[in-house]
């Protein structure tokens, strides 16, 4: 109800004692708007000094203040000879029953809980104004026996004074009952939206994992297709070789397979198998540069010929160092002949300056040679071979390589195809 819905209707006077700047000021202006005429104090003593100037139709008077708090106000304002009177409004939160009793002590009479609605304070005011004086002093007292916490309490009250509490406590506890249903309905509207919230940003997720693993998927057969495009060059590359050298047709499939098995026998990864299949297939590319009639001669080589041979290493080496493998295939290409000893070429390197990759590849290939036919003798067989690599075991050939190998062939039966 606003000023405006009442024109005709003399100002009443309220006077607020309230130590909260923002609550004086919120109900000031929910009181003037409504058509009266608020006087604020900031306290309970505030409020007592200008009782006598103001002389409220009505208090309405907060509880916990400093200096003077609500109750001692209350109780102060029916002191007062002409002010007596005064109905008076506590603002408290009431939680506790001490608080009901101290405000029924007090002669207070009515309260309204904080936080309070506009329309439950303004119905209590016009109620309050329209039945004039307060009856908390005017009323004959009765005796009230109760019991609070075990202790006995004589309470001298007016029964209009309680009735009127109870009736506060009613409709106080009606409006947060209501409070509590909009909050319920709110939550549920909240609930509800965020519910719908999570499904979206779900339904979003899910699209970006479907998006994420088909980019994935894609990602893979590209890869797939590198690296079989890879695995084909490799192949094609080799058959050139074994298509000017046909006494040597599938020796470096076969060094490619023995080499693989040596790796893993020796607890190579997936990654290193793959590298040392590139390897094998490629570590005699380089004899693309030695003519093809030196490649095949039946008999043995003069040193002009085994020299252009040697050449391979370097010629091989030189041919893949530009390509950028995943794996050392341009060192160990160029490596693939060096022994532990220094008496192997084109550097004569010793030890711990041959790769790992050559020294595998260098006991597969020769492993596979002396098993294998050749344009200048017939196959050895592979105990022969098992025999070469092992009598120089740690002097030309790797000592891990070759416990690997002999044990894929006496073992695990290894066969070479
Ligand atoms: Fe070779």
Redesign the pocket.
């Known amino acids: 109800m606003t000023r405006k819905d009442k024109p005709n209707t003399p100002e009443k006077r309220i006077l607020i004692a309230e130590d909260s700047r923002s609550q004086s000021a919120m109900l000031s202006d929910i009181l003037t708007d409504s058509g009266y005429a608020v006087t604020a104090a900031k306290d309970g003593l505030e409020g007592l000094q200008r009782l006598p100037e103001v002389r409220p139709d009505l208090v309405i008077s907060d509880v916990w203040m400093p200096r003077m708090n609500g109750y001692e106000f209350c109780e102060s304002i029916r002191q007062d000879e002409g002010l007596g009177d005064t109905p008076v409004i506590l603002l408290t939160s009431l939680s506790n029953i001490r608080d009901i009793i101290r405000g029924l002590e007090a002669g207070a009479d009515y309260f309204i809980t904080k936080p309070y609605s506009e329309e439950l304070l303004l119905s209590t005011v016009e109620s309050i104004l329209s039945s004039g004086q307060s009856q908390s002093r005017n009323d004959p007292k009765v005796s009230v026996e109760t019991e609070l916490e075990g202790v006995a309490l004589n309470i001298l009250v007016s029964p209009q004074t309680v009735f009127n509490f109870f009736r506060t406590t009613y409709e106080n506890l009606l409006h947060d009952n209501h409070q509590l249903g909009r909050a319920k309905l709110d939550l549920k509207k909240l609930n509800d939206h965020l519910e719908e919230k999570v499904k979206e940003k779900t339904r979003g997720l899910e699209e970006e994992i479907v998006e994420r693993k088909k980019a994935e998927t894609a990602l893979k057969e590209s890869f797939e297709n590198l690296r079989s495009t890879l695995d084909g060059t490799v192949r094609a590359l080799a058959t050139t070789i074994e298509m000017r050298d046909p006494y040597t047709a599938g020796h470096q499939r076969r060094v490619s397979e023995l080499a693989c098995a040596i790796a893993k026998e020796m607890g190579g990864s997936a990654e290193d198998i793959k590298g040392m299949e590139v390897m094998g297939f490629l570590?005699?590319i380089?004899?693309i540069v030695v003519p093809a009639e030196i490649l095949s001669k039946p008999g043995k080589l003069n040193d002009l010929e085994f020299n252009m041979i040697k050449a391979?290493?370097q010629a091989g080496h030189n041919i893949l160092k530009g390509i950028e493998f995943p794996w050392p295939v341009s060192a160990a290409v160029l490596q693939?002949?060096e022994r532990l000893n220094g008496s192997g070429y084109p550097g004569g390197l010793k030890g711990p300056e041959i790769a790992h990759e050559a020294r595998i590849i260098a006991v597969a290939?020769v492993v596979e040679s002396m098993a294998s036919h050749r344009p200048y003798r017939p196959a050895l067989g592979i105990e022969a071979a098992l025999g070469e690599v092992t009598q120089h075991k740690g002097t030309l050939y790797d000592p891990d390589a070759v416990d690997a190998c002999v044990n894929l062939f006496t073992v695990r039966g290894f066969v070479l195809t």
């Open positions: 570590h005699d380089g004899k391979h290493s693939h002949h290939d």
